[in-house]
C-alpha cells in the first residue's frame, strides 16, 4: 500500500465510480480497477460491494477512507511544508453557492496564474456540510457564513475573509418590512437546514416571537429569486448577488438589523493539518475584498 493506491482509493470514493474516478485522474478504467484490487490484496479485506452497477463501500472500506484521507492530508501538508514558496498538488475547496458566483472568479483566476502546478478543484454546498466536508477529509478548505450549526467546531481553524450584506426579497408590491411582524407570507425560502443564511432568517423570525409556517427548500439562488418574485414566500440573499440577478426589478429589498444583515465569510480548513496553499490563498481572498471596486 502507497500513497498512491490511497489517492486512487479516495477518488474513486469521491466521484462516485471507476469510471469518474478514471476521468478525474486521466487514466484508463482498467488501471484504476487494478489499483482498487491490488490495494484490496495488499490489506486482506473487501474495500468494495457492487449494488447493481453501483460500487458501495464495505465497513473495511469505511475504516480505511478515514485513515487515508488523513494520510494524504498529512502527505500534502508536508510536501508544502518542504516546497516553501514553491505551490503544487491539488486543492480542493469548498464554498457558498453565492461566493463561488460572485466573489471567487477574480481571486481564483490571479492565483491559478501565479501558482499553475496547483490543481484546484471547487465544489459548492451550505456551510454546515462543507463544514462536516472538512473534517471528513473530502474538502482542503472551505469557504462558510456565520453562523454554523452550533458553533464553529474545536477542530476546524478559521480566518473571516469578509462580510456579506445580506438584504430581505419579497414580491415587488408587498408593504415595507420593519420587522418580522411586517411580513405577508409565512413561508421562507431557503437551502436545506445548515446554510447560515437560512439560521439568520429564523433567528430574526423568532426575535419578533413569530415562527413561519412553511419552509420551501430550494437549490439555487435563481429558483429562491424567482419564487420570491412571485410572491411565493420571502428570502435572506446577498446583496451582491441581487445586484447581478437579471430580474431584479421585479422585486423588492428591504434592510434588516445589522445584527442580522452583516455576516461575515470565514475560509475554515482542519486545524490538525494547515497548509501552505491555504494560507496562500486566504491573502488572495483578502486582496480581492479590500481591493478598490
Not at 472568479?105 to 471547487?122: G, K, N
Not at 443564511?197 to 413569530?210: C, I, K, N, T
Not at 491555504?278 to 478598490?292: M, N, S
Request: hydrophobic letters at 40%; a negative charge; charged letters at 25%.
Amino acid at each position: 500500500m502507497d500513497l498512491s493506491d490511497l489517492t486512487v482509493f479516495c477518488t474513486v470514493v469521491e466521484a462516485g465510480g471507476v469510471t469518474r474516478a478514471a476521468e478525474r485522474l486521466h487514466r484508463v478504467q482498467s488501471n484504476i480497477t487494478t489499483r482498487i484490487r491490488k490495494l484490496e490484496q495488499d490489506l486482506g479485506v473487501d474495500l468494495f460491494e457492487r449494488e447493481g452497477r453501483q460500487l458501495v463501500l464495505t465497513a473495511d472500506g469505511e475504516r480505511l477512507l478515514g485513515y487515508a484521507r488523513q494520510l494524504l492530508g498529512l502527505a500534502a501538508a508536508a510536501r508544502d511544508d518542504l516546497a516553501g514558496q514553491r505551490l503544487a498538488g491539488r486543492f480542493r475547496l469548498g464554498s457558498m453557492e453565492n461566493t463561488a458566483a460572485t466573489r471567487l472568479p477574480l481571486p481564483l483566476s490571479r492565483f491559478h496564474r501565479d501558482y499553475p502546478e496547483v490543481e484546484l478543484e471547487l465544489s459548492t454546498g451550505p456551510s454546515l456540510p462543507m463544514c462536516q466536508r472538512v473534517l471528513r477529509g473530502e474538502v482542503d478548505a472551505a469557504l462558510v457564513a456565520e453562523p454554523v450549526g452550533g458553533g464553529l467546531d474545536p477542530r476546524l481553524d478559521s480566518r473571516v475573509i469578509g462580510v456579506e450584506e445580506l438584504v430581505l426579497v419579497t414580491a415587488l408590491d408587498h408593504p415595507p418590512v420593519r420587522d418580522a411582524r411586517d411580513v405577508a407570507q409565512d413561508t421562507l425560502l431557503a437551502f436545506q437546514p445548515g446554510c447560515g443564511y437560512r439560521q439568520r432568517l429564523e433567528d430574526w423570525f423568532a426575535s419578533a416571537g413569530r415562527l413561519p409556517q412553511r419552509q420551501v427548500e430550494l437549490s439555487s439562488y435563481h429558483a429562491m429569486l424567482g419564487c420570491a418574485a412571485a410572491g411565493m414566500g420571502v428570502a435572506l440573499v446577498p446583496e451582491k448577488l441581487l445586484d447581478q440577478y437579471a430580474g431584479q426589478a421585479a422585486l423588492a429589498r428591504h434592510r434588516l438589523p445589522l445584527a442580522t444583515a452583516r455576516a461575515p465569510t470565514l475560509l475554515v480548513w482542519k486545524r490538525s493539518q494547515p497548509r501552505a496553499v491555504i494560507a496562500r490563498f486566504a491573502e488572495y481572498l483578502l486582496e480581492d475584498e479590500t481591493a478598490p471596486s
